[in-house]
């Protein structure tokens, strides 16, 4: 029979090659050749090689599809039980079929661990209908019903936990379990995350930096007295003091009130409403918590917690507190306003801007992948007996609710930064590099947008006879706000600055605005407790399954509460704040500024294109100038980690 030549790469990752035996089955439109060893003499498949074998199959199998790889342990070739064995890397396979034939290449780019076998196609990308064989539409069904299984849980299945409902048996336990992947700003949030003045700091630079606000009035709802602060105020103040100086600020998740919860493992899960007040200190001192009331409610059942409180008390009051910031963040701040948002953009650009208007050309790269993602999003995440019905105390009920509440007040203002950061009177509050790394985005992208709008449009009238700009933003306004008048966004647009500030803020949220609350909490997943080498395995699909940096240690932003919150104080215990935890099985490209295809050939657009990365250059490097003297750095919105567009 005819010889086929293999060429093997293996990954350069230590650890990426292996001592077991590796074999090849060819699958053809005529059938299957059996298992056939790639062998030389001497230890093959090391790290970072390339290596050419041949291989003689017993039958024609006809046209080629598909290639079977196959791993055993270098003991026995076909052992009686499934092996840990050494893992193993594969970047591609080459198969070069006899008499000629042009080569076929293979991309794998997977970790191969123990016994075990992997079906690789030539790398030519097909849509579905394009796949006419038998055999290949199986394969795509296959591979896609695996990858579902085992994408975002198969770190918990690897370590046993996924299938085990009961409650955590120690902090210890936790650590270990959750101890995939260490990063310095993992580490530093495992060290301080019961410390109060981290706690604040996430307001300011955590995964949900639009929250906090100047407190001007204590809510009458919130009945916090001067005594109650005494001991983090000090003498010589009182709450009336500071709030006259402007040094107190409010975060409410007031929308939380009255919203539904989940039942996971047959258990009613459970949800508050909390306020917290904050103190900056004089001085550039650091921002801190002086009290928290677990309801919008007050009175003898909902006491307001304090830093005085015993130790557990306050801490548990702390973690519902953080288990509120989960439930906004997720559905309204991430899927809502980053992600759905974005989606009504995308869709009103695609509809209602032809292909050569200035603007289509503008912004079709920041909507790259948008609605592919969301799709994906839908079916994997926000679907029934999906990831947020079985991980979060909210479900897609409550998810639901929660949004539907949200998009009654959402208005223009909290989607332009600027706006936003007046709005809520963090003009000066230090250290917030959320804002102060977004407004340089901003203003680049502000100045960037006008040039380009310079360009196209003359005059104001320009603007109002353009009726393609026109019809798109009204689609905007009355299919993704619903002809809200209330939310302030405009439903046409009169003026070139008009028109710029709007641009600019579907550009920013579409890209700077993603980027910040959500690149805090994605981060690559290892498979198998291995990093995906290249550009990794698995970048987001699924932002509940990837919480890194602020939510890789669980008690710092816990999906959900297995018991109601403490309507008393000196009840609690290390025994009662495990329970309240989540159970064990309920835990778990292109930068800002890239325009790769060219949409505009005249030479002015092309220049304002370079001014702006050039721009964007300098922001990048006076923020790693910045983080280089923090303790934790603040990376979210340094321009090349920016994706153009919600494509993760």
Not at 141 to 159: H, I, P
Not at 513 to 536: C, L, M, P, T, Y
Request: with cysteine; charged share 20%.
């Amino acid at each position: 029979m005819a010889k086929f030549r293999v060429r093997v790469s293996t990954g350069e990752a230590l650890g990426a090659g292996t001592w077991d035996k590796m074999s090849v089955s060819i699958v053809g439109t005529r059938g299957e050749t059996p298992p056939l060893p790639l062998d030389h003499l001497g230890k093959e498949f090391n790290a970072g090689a390339e290596e050419d074998f041949e291989v003689t199959p017993p039958q024609d199998v006809g046209r080629v599809l598909l290639v079977r790889v196959h791993k055993a342990p270098l003991a026995r070739s076909r052992p009686l039980a499934p092996s840990a064995g050494d893992a193993w890397f594969c970047r591609w396979l080459q198969l070069t079929p006899p008499h000629g034939a042009a080569p076929l290449w293979f991309p794998c780019y997977q970790w191969l661990e123990g016994e075990g076998s992997l079906l690789l196609r030539e790398g030519t990308a097909k849509i579905s209908w394009e796949d006419h064989h038998p055999t290949l539409q199986q394969q795509r069904r296959e591979e896609l019903q695996a990858r579902r299984e085992a994408y975002g849980l198969a770190e918990l299945k690897l370590k046993g936990l996924l299938d085990r409902k009961g409650l955590w048996k120690s902090l210890q336990e936790m650590r270990r379990v959750f101890n995939f992947r260490k990063t310095p700003a993992v580490e530093y949030v495992f060290e301080h995350w019961q410390e109060d003045a981290f706690f604040a700091y996430q307001f300011l630079n955590g995964l949900n930096p639009v929250l906090i606000r100047r407190c001007h009035y204590l809510p009458k709802n919130f009945p916090v007295t001067d005594a109650m602060v005494a001991p983090v105020l000090g003498p010589g103040t009182s709450l009336q003091a500071e709030l006259e100086k402007g040094s107190l600020f409010l975060v409410d998740h007031g929308l939380l009130a009255g919203v539904r919860t989940n039942v996971i493992n047959g258990r009613p899960q459970f949800s508050t409403a909390p306020m917290t007040l904050l103190y900056q200190r004089p001085g550039r001192g650091p921002l801190l918590p002086l009290a928290i009331q677990l309801s919008q409610t007050p009175g003898p059942n909902s006491p307001v917690f304090l830093p005085s409180d015993d130790k557990w008390d306050w801490l548990l009051a702390k973690t519902w507190v953080r288990n509120a910031e989960f439930s906004i963040h997720e559905a309204l701040t991430h899927l809502l306003q980053a992600h759905l948002v974005p989606e009504v953009f995308a869709l009103a650009t695609l509809r209602q801007l032809p292909h050569c208007h200035p603007l289509f050309k503008l912004l079709i790269p920041h909507t790259r992948y948008t609605l592919h993602i969301n799709t994906l999003g839908r079916e994997l995440l926000i679907a029934p007996g999906q990831v947020v019905d079985r991980s979060t105390g909210l479900g897609i009920g409550g998810f639901s609710e929660l949004i539907q509440k949200n998009m009654e007040q959402l208005n223009y203002s909290a989607l332009c930064l600027p706006d936003d950061i007046r709005a809520r009177g963090v003009e000066d509050i230090p250290d917030y590099y959320y804002r102060d790394d977004g407004m340089q985005i901003w203003g680049a992208v502000e100045r960037f947008v006008s040039e380009m709008i310079d360009i196209y449009y003359p005059s104001d009238e320009s603007v109002r006879n353009d009726s393609e700009l026109q019809a798109w933003v009204w689609e905007i306004f009355s299919e993704g706000f619903l002809g809200r008048e209330s939310s302030g966004l405009p439903s046409t647009l009169g003026t070139r600055e008009a028109l710029i500030q709007y641009v600019t803020m579907v550009i920013f949220n579409c890209s700077a605005k993603h980027s910040a609350v959500s690149a805090g909490q994605v981060r690559r997943v290892n498979v198998g407790g291995r990093i995906g080498e290249e550009d990794g395995l698995l970048t987001s699909l699924c932002p509940l399954a990837c919480q890194y940096d602020f939510g890789a240690w669980m008690p710092n932003l816990p999906p959900t509460m297995q018991l109601p919150p403490p309507t008393s104080k000196g009840q609690a215990r290390l025994e009662g704040f495990l329970a309240t935890l989540p159970p064990v099985n309920a835990t778990c490209d292109r930068p800002l500024g890239t325009y790769p295809d060219e949409h505009f050939i005249e030479e002015a657009p092309r220049r304002s294109i370079t001014a702006f990365q050039s721009r964007l250059a300098e922001i990048s490097r006076d923020i790693q100038e910045r983080n280089r003297g923090l303790a934790l750095p603040y990376p979210y919105l340094d321009p090349p980690l920016i994706e153009n567009s919600v494509s993760i």
